[in-house]
T-cell receptor, first 109, second 120 residues
Framework: GQNIDQPTEMTATEGAIVQINCTYQ??????LFWYQQHAGEAPTFLSY??LDGLEEKGRFSSFLSRSKGYSYLLLKELQMKDSASYLC??????????WGAGTKLIIKP | GAVVSQHPSRVICKSGTSVKIECRSL??????MFWYRQFPKKSLMLMAT?????????EQGVEKDKFLINHASLTLSTLTVTSAHPEDSSFYIC????????????????FGPGTRLLVL
């Protein structure tokens, strides 16, 4: 079966760094997406990894290890506006996005 | 680039009526559009996938006669909730895929802002 595992909730302090982990099992693999979703809003695209390694984009970086079925999203210099849910979404062999339940990130001053 | 609009953003209707939700890709041609629903604090649940000019593919457990999807063009898909009941109240979100040259790869799904449906 297909399965996504990420923590339900994390708390971090403004200005700090947080790493949100995601492990996955899918039928085939065509890359992995990270999306950000603020409460009551639709998800917005953050990053895409298809090869192993780290992709850096400003304060956000995403890492992928295909052999381990593992990815993480790294957020640096946390701001209050980063409080949101972060969705890990690998794409299976049919290019269908498999959604996890998301990690709710709470930023405290 | 890769902007998706959804209309209406919020709708309240009486039980038994039908509601149509529109999803438009504003600056790209969407080869595929997706319809999701999401309950509070729950993950996105894919309802159906539609390709322009062909019938939608519904996920298991989703009633195709109740949730009518029409993907009439490369920029427009509609979801009609027929004979709506209170249990259909939810957050409905569409996404579109097919934007080349945007921030992500062509497989990236770009989401509309969502439609909050309340059935009384």
């Amino acid at each position: 079966g297909q399965n996504i595992d990420q923590p339900t909730e994390m708390t971090a302090t403004e200005g700090a760094i947080v790493q949100i982990n995601c492990t996955y099992q899918t039928s085939g693999f065509n890359g992995l997406f990270w999306y950000q979703q603020h409460a009551g809003e639709a998800p917005t695209f953050l990053s895409y990894n298809v090869l192993d390694g780290l992709e850096e984009k400003g304060r956000f970086s995403s890492f992928l290890s295909r052999s381990k079925g593992y990815s993480y999203l790294l957020l640096k210099e946390l701001q209050m506006k980063d409080s949101a849910s972060y969705l890990c979404g690998p794409m299976d062999s049919n290019y269908q996005l498999i959604w996890g339940a998301g990690t709710k990130l709470i930023i405290k001053p | 680039g890769a902007v998706v609009s959804q209309h209406p953003s919020r709708v309240i209707c009486k039980s038994g009526t039908s509601v149509k939700i529109e999803c438009r890709s504003l600056d790209f041609q969407a080869t595929t559009m997706f319809w999701y629903r999401q309950f509070p604090k729950k993950s996105l649940m894919l309802m159906a996938t539609s390709n322009e000019g062909s019938k939608a593919t519904y996920e298991q457990g989703v009633e195709k006669d109740k949730f009518l999807i029409n993907h009439a063009s490369l920029t427009l898909s509609t979801l009609t909730v027929t004979s709506a009941h209170p249990e259909d109240s939810s957050f409905y979100i569409c996404s579109a895929r097919g934007a080349s040259g945007s921030a992500g790869p062509q497989e990236t799904q770009y989401f509309g802002p969502g439609t909050r449906l309340l059935v009384l």
